[in-house]
């Protein structure tokens, strides 16, 4: 089997991540990780300095290696999440349900102005987690693959990502029910996982009192969704030592087990010293980025 040279994008507003993953025929290997000096962003008509100085470094970065396969996984400023219900069937009902809920946002647009993707709720009320990204950030992130001279393999939202990544680096150590919370810029998203399958998506806003915000919000999902959690993994660029700590303290009430999660768990990694300790310390800002390069574990739909 021929190994393959894997590069991922993490792109939000504020920040760019990069890795670049060597598929082997039992292993994935990581063979360089970097946070971008500028950000890139998506909703520029044309593309400004910062975006430039970007996409520059990157190319740069991706001419040392035999690129195969570039993934870009979109941070939560380029897409719109609903739960549909999944008793809908019919494509069509289905879409005039996604456009209801577009209509919410952009009084102007319809179904035909987004890419639509879909994973179902193993819930007894079968949803489906919709994630809605304008084509316009897809034809932004396929010029970005002109100026890089590669043809962008696949477009993902983060959580499909990070649930990816989770279900590979885990899958030795996957406790009955789990919830992933990511801390970003303005808010935390709680991913709930029972019997290795996803159940529900939640948000809560970003609040002066973490602890308590993240203690709250636990409470509720335990109540609403009727389970206990045995573990929670916190992730996300607002993690800090400080913040972990308070993530930490919010989960002794219902004790819970409680870890950062690590992006690189399973992944071997061929790095110098400085990379490695890099990795580390920052291990659990890289889930969205390095799970898009990873095999698919989700049962997605592409409308």
Known sequence: MENKIIASLYITKNSTLLVVLEKKEYFYKLIYIKKISKPINLNEQ???QNSNVAIKEI???LQQFSISHIFVTLGTDYYISTNIPGSVIDRNNFLK???LSIKQ???????????IKSIPLHLENQMELVFIISKEIILAIDNIGKILEHQIYDINPAPISAINSYM?????????RTMLVQLINNIFEFIIITNKKVIGIEYCADENDISEAIETKI?????DYSIDISSIYFYGDKLNKQNYLKCWQSTMLYDIATNRLNALRLINCDLDKRDKEYCM???HIYNSCIGAALPNQLNISVF
């Open 46 to 48: 044309i593309i400004t």
């Open 59 to 61: 190319k740069e970065i």
């Open 97 to 99: 349900l996604v456009d």
């Open 105 to 115: 946002h952009y009084s102007d647009k319809n179904v035909a102005d987004f890419r």
């Open 168 to 176: 590979y680096n885990y899958i030795d150590a996957m406790p009955e």
């Open 219 to 223: 409470g509720q999902i335990i109540d």
């Open 281 to 283: 310390r920052m291990f």
